[in-house]
């Protein structure tokens, strides 16, 4: 069975530059979800899916990120104008209705 | 405030030995994972809880919800078992995990 696939694995922007980070989720599972994860730190949830609506959204800095599922399957995590605090690991995990997170390797963002 | 407070934040382990990593909870859990990221900055699950011990090779865990907490034991260390441990708890709506900040786990030869 084919894991969590993400892309690009790395990025380099200057700051006010636009990014978007892909993930294709285990296939079945209903669930996707986007994580930040700065530097020396935990994982932080930023939106998840279950299937193509939007459960909670609450921690997405909505005025420049922004996160798609439009069929409920592969998922596009976009940041408008970066700024160098967006430095972090962009991780995207996917869970079956038992509810384990699987998550995937990550892109490592760097925004001079 | 943090749902998730985990401990210690880093542990150096002679090899062969063994130790306790721990998690507490501010409110109701319903599930723990455990995961082990590596030098790649993969995390590989270790454990899904929603009660009681589990049980794999060298690591064992426990989660109690009602008072709580949940523990990961390392016994013989090895030296591949270097890397950061996180808890993720699972609220009662069960999909939205919380992470603690992680303990970093050194084992010397």
Redesign the interface.
Known sequence: EAGVTQSPRYAVLQEGQAVSFWCDPISGHDTLYWYQQPRDQGPQLLVYFRDEAVIDNSQLPSDRFSAVRPKGTNSTLKIQSAKQGDTATYLCASSPPSYEQYFGPGTRLTVL | GDQVE?SPSALSLHEGTGSALRCNFTTTMR?V?W?QQNS????I?LF?LASGTKENGRLKSTFNSKESYSTLHIRDAQLEDSGTY?C?A?DTG?????????TSLTVIP
């Open positions: 985990q599930a994972q995961f790649r900055g993969s995390l699950n899904y996180f993720a699972g069960y999909q939205n995990f919380y992470f603690g900040k992680g």
